[in-house]
T-cell receptor
């Protein structure tokens, strides 16, 4: 089991461009979570998805950010018209959705730099 | 609103000394608390959860509802304990964990 896979690991974008971050959960996991870590800050919850459904997006900025987890393929976090303040590490985590709530398996993160 | 506070950004102790990483939480309901750890060049991973009342790698943590705390303790620190430690809370409603800002633990030889 390869674990949670995120790509790209590093992404550089200019202001105004779009950033797409991908996350493949662990095999057998149907729940995906996205977190953002700003410099000197902890992990901040953004969104929780199950296949084809957004369960909780209370941590997502209202504009420019969107997330999806289609029936086939990875979960995608999309940031439109990026600004310098979007520079951060974005972590994806997955869980099987059964058994142990709160036990998440994390990817290595995608580091976004906005120039 | 739920909140997790880890007051120490950095904690440095000598090998063999006791370790206590502080965590306080704010939540109106009945929380579940966790400690996650990130070793150098590794992924963030679950260390322990209060519900299990377990000791992992010599670490224990007791939920104190009166003080709203969930401090992580180990009686004798080892060099391999050096890592970033995050306290996290799972509240009702949203299923995402709320994390503290983390404490960087350094064990000096």
């Amino acid at each position: 089991n390869a674990g949670v896979m995120q790509n790209p690991r590093h992404l550089v974008r200019r202001r105004g461009q779009e950033a797409r971050l991908r996350c493949s959960p662990m095999k057998g996991h149907s729940h995906v979570y996205w977190y953002r870590q700003l410099p000197e800050e902890g992990l901040k919850f953004m969104v929780y998805l199950q296949k084809e459904n957004i369960i909780d997006e209370s941590g997502m900025p209202k504009e420019r950010f969107s997330a999806e987890f289609p029936k086939e393929g990875p979960s995608i976090l999309r940031i439109q018209q990026v600004v310098r303040g979007d520079s951060a590490a974005y972590f994806c985590a997955s869980s099987p959705g059964t058994g142990r709530p709160g036990e998440l398996f994390f990817g290595e993160g995608s580091r976004l730099t906005v120039l | 609103a739920q909140r997790v506070t880890q007051p120490e950004k950095l904690l440095s102790v000598f090998k063999g000394a006791p370790v206590e990483l502080k965590c306080n939480y704010s939540y109106s309901g009945s929380p579940e608390l966790f400690w996650y750890v990130q070793y150098s060049r590794q992924r963030l991973q679950l260390l322990l959860r209060h519900i299990s009342r377990e000791s992992i790698k010599g670490f224990t943590a007791d939920l104190n509802k009166g003080e709203t705390s969930f401090h992580l303790k180990k009686p004798f620190a080892q060099e391999e304990d050096s890592a970033m430690y995050y306290c996290a809370l799972l509240g009702g409603g949203a299923d995402g964990l709320t994390f503290g800002k983390g404490t960087h633990l350094i064990i000096q030889p």
